[in-house]
């Protein structure tokens, strides 16, 4: 992250750093000896260092010293500033400080006192302050609120009036709306057509980025195959770091990460925390672990941000079982709060990105590499023959896809690239009278926020036949398909080959779909 704000040249940016030598193995000459300034500089940061700690071993926390290297920091413009400060870990406390026992272990009562008294503090007294000193800084703090305020609020009054169309804009973000006539700008993808939900994507990202300013985003050095590029949009590089590929200014929103996915999921979480734009960036989904601490903490705090995490499961199978996300859709998925999305086509994939974008929360969204067949829904222009339910319905988590005329034998529930053989299963199936209804089940989470009764109407209590059928761990399954339904799934790692040869070797089939509803109807039935 700081190397890429040296390139970024941000030069607002000062990071103070408490330079103690100490961690909770005490001193850190045992792992850790490098010139963190030279790094820093090699990075293209202006660089101070103070020392509290004099060479003859007196220790002084001169703030004016710090108090003017932060002011020569504000004074550099164009260049993110460090500052060492060399300090003593728990000073002054008399036996504890310098040393890895004040790191990480409360004080104790002894060490408290001695600390106290080096304080000029009464030992004997617990968390007493003086009442002076709480009136001076609180009647200090109200009267420059006070004066911040009064500077303020005539200068954006003003700001207002001179530009009604930005404070327009800036009031619909602020109440957390979308710009009116979202949902028309989405394209609709035509039936019959192949195509990779990574692709269907990127085109998403674009039609959203044309309507909504304040939507930007990019990835960690892999936007052409993450398709996260906004068309016609600038790059957010300054002048300096611009290339013959990549043009960009102070406003772009084309976000470069480079190859670092946690710095990118930590400064997208920085990005949703100002709370005024909507940020997006990708990578491969394998690769999401190398972000998963700051995915954990964007779920935790609850925060807008999306993850376009593109080539999912064995679909990259010539890449071999290293690329190949197995088990990263159930590890995901046992993240609380956080919404994981899986579409089966293009048309879904666009319902999708407008669902994540009403909610307020972190999602991740899971896209295939291979094309995916684009299927005929009801809500289509021109749509004839059997037109199957309406990509809207993914806003639920999961919906009716295809159903039949009265109650189904058999339920056959499956996400993203999978979907499709559960519909050619379904065909077979009633080709020997057997009633399949197929649920697409683009997100778990949303569904199971979903009312009782519409859980219901998806997947009736009275129909215990069900299968479902997913290129990953079949264990996030369990509770939809219940004691006699069958999950199939992958239960190892994937191998090296094509994607159609692993989909067959592993049994991620209509096939296999039909032999295991059978199955479990026979159950049923006995």
């Known amino acids: 992250a700081s190397s890429l704000a040296g390139v970024q040249d941000l030069g607002n940016l000062i990071v103070i750093w408490d330079d103690n030598h100490i961690s909770i193995e005490d ?257 491969f989904f394998v690769f999401s672990d190398y972000m998963r601490g700051a995915v954990r903490l964007a779920a935790l705090m609850n925060i807008p941000v999306t993850y376009v995490w593109t080539h999912d499961s064995i679909g990259v199978g010539e890449d071999g079982p290293t690329h190949q996300p197995v088990e990263h859709l159930t590890a995901y998925r046992a993240i609380p709060n956080l919404s994981i999305v899986r579409p089966m086509d293009a048309n879904e994939t666009a319902a999708c990105w407008l669902q994540i974008l009403r909610q307020s929360g972190p999602a991740g969204l899971i896209l295939t590499r291979q094309g995916l067949p684009i299927v005929e829904r009801e809500d289509m222009e021109g749509a004839s023959g059997e037109a199957f339910a309406s990509a809207k319905n993914a806003a639920k988590g999961a919906y009716v896809l295809a159903d039949t005329a009265g109650q189904p034998d058999v339920i056959l529930l499956a996400s993203g690239s999978e979907v499709q053989y559960a519909l050619q299963a379904r065909e077979t199936l009633a080709q020997e009278s057997i009633a399949a209804r197929v649920v697409s089940v683009p997100c778990m989470e949303w569904f199971k926020a979903q009312g009782a009764d519409y859980r219901e109407q998806v997947l009736p209590t009275a129909v215990k036949a069900r299968v479902s059928i997913e290129a990953g761990l079949v264990d996030p399954w369990r509770d939809l398909v219940g004691d006699n339904g069958e999950s199939i799934g992958i239960e190892g790692f994937g191998m090296p080959g094509a994607a159609g040869e692993l989909f067959k070797h592993y049994g991620l089939d209509s096939e296999h779909v039909v032999a295991a509803a059978k199955r479990s109807l026979e159950r049923v039935r006995s």
Do not use: C
């Open 27 to 283: 001193d850190t000459d045992v792992s850790f000896q490098e010139d963190v300034l030279k790094r820093y500089e090699s990075y293209g940061w202006h660089t101070q260092r103070v020392d509290w700690l004099a060479e003859d071993g007196k220790y002084d926390e001169d703030v004016n010293a710090l108090d003017q290297a932060i002011n020569a920091a504000k004074a550099e413009k164009h260049r993110p500033s460090i500052i060492a400060l060399r300090t003593i870990i728990g000073w002054p406390s008399p036996t504890k400080q310098n040393t890895g026992a004040i790191h990480g272990a409360k004080l104790g009562e002894e060490e408290l006192k001695g600390l106290k008294k080096a304080l000029g503090a009464d030992p004997e007294k617990m968390f007493a302050i003086d009442e002076e000193a709480v009136k001076h800084s609180r009647d200090n703090a109200a009267a420059r609120a006070q004066e911040a305020h009064s500077d303020w609020d005539p200068r954006f009054e003003a700001w207002k009036k001179a530009n009604p169309d930005k404070n327009e804009l800036l009031e619909r973000i602020l109440a957390g709306k979308l710009p009116e006539g979202i949902e028309d700008a989405l394209p609709v993808f035509t039936a019959g057509d192949s195509l990779a939900t990574r692709a269907a994507s990127g085109k998403v990202i674009s039609a959203i980025g044309a309507v909504m300013p304040e939507f930007w985003g990019g990835s960690a050095d892999l936007a052409g195959s993450n398709n996260t590029t906004i068309a016609d949009a600038d790059s957010f590089i300054p002048e300096s770091a611009q290339t013959d590929m990549w043009k960009g200014n102070p406003f772009g929103r084309v976000l470069h990460f480079g190859v670092r996915e946690h710095a990118m999921g930590a400064i997208m979480n920085g990005i949703a925390l100002d709370g005024l734009t909507r940020v997006f960036g990708g990578t």
